[in-house]
C-alpha cells in the first residue's frame, strides 16, 4: 500500500520525505525522546540514512515496512516517527512503534498514533496481531498501549542492549477481534 495518508482528529500518519530529516532528528537526536529506545540518540545523518531507506522502501513490492510521519492536521508539523513492520515469520501479524518529540508529550498524540497505526494495520491491511515492546520503566508508554486496547503479555528478558546494559521488554499485544471492539474515544 503505497502511499499511506491517514488522518485522525489531530494527528495524520503519511509517508516520510527526505525534507523531514530535521524533525526526526528532533525526536531520534534528543536523549530524553530516546531513552527509552533500543539504541542512543542518532545523529542526524543517521537520521538521513534512516529517512532514506524508509523512502526506498515505501514502494517496495510486496511492502514489509511502514515508516511513517506523524504530523499535525493544523499545520503538517512533523512531530515524530510511527512504524509498522511486517513479521515475515507470522502472517498477518506486525509490530509497531513510535516515538515523538518530547514537548508534544502529555496529550494525548501517542494514543492517537497507536489508534491510528492498529487502524492502519487491521482496517487497511487485514491483520490479525499487532504487538510492540517498551522498556520496563516506560510507564508512559505502558499506559498508552493499554488505553488503546493492547494486552500485556509478558516479559522478553535482556532483549535489548543499550550501551553496555542489557535490558529486557515487555511485550504487548491486539488482535483483529479485540480491536474490533474497542471503544474509540477522544484523545484531546
Known amino acids: 500500500m503505497y502511499p499511506v495518508d491517514r488522518a485522525g482528529p489531530r494527528l495524520r500518519l ?15 537526536g534528543n536523549a530524553q525522546a ?35 510521519a506523524v504530523a499535525t492536521q493544523d499545520d503538517g508539523d512533523v512531530i515524530g516517527f510511527a512504524r509498522l513492520a511486517l513479521d515475515p515469520h507470522q502472517p498477518q501479524g506486525a509490530t509497531i512503534g513510535f516515538a515523538l518529540r518530547p514537548d508534544t508529550w502529555g496529550v494525548g498524540h501517542g494514543l492517537e498514533t497507536v489508534h491510528q497505526l492498529l487502524a ?19 510507564t508512559a508508554s505502558a499506559r498508552t498501549l493499554t488505553a488503546a486496547g493492547l494486552v500485556e503479555e509478558g516479559v522478553i528478558r535482556e532483549h535489548v542492549r543499550k550501551g553496555d546494559t542489557w535490558r529486557d521488554s515487555v511485550v504487548h499485544a491486539i488482535l483483529d477481534h479485540e480491536w474490533s471492539k474497542t471503544p474509540r474515544t477522544s484523545t484531546a
Not at 520525505?17 to 525526536?27: E, R
Not at 515505501?58 to 511513517?68: G, I, N
Not at 482496517?123 to 496481531?129: C, I, K, N, T
Open 14 to 28: 503519511r509517508e516520510l520525505h527526505p525534507d523531514d530529516v530535521d524533525a526526526v532528528f528532533a525526536v531520534y
Open 34 to 68: 530516546t531513552e527509552h529506545m533500543s539504541f542512543e540518540p542518532r545523529s542526524r545523518e543517521q537520521v538521513s540514512q534512516i529517512i532514506d531507506r524508509a523512502v526506498q522502501s515505501a514502494t517496495a513490492d510486496p511492502r514489509s515496512e511502514y515508516a511513517l
Open 120 to 138: 492502519f494495520g487491521f482496517d487497511d491491511l487485514g491483520l490479525h496481531r499487532i504487538w510492540g515492546a517498551r522498556s520496563p520503566l516506560n
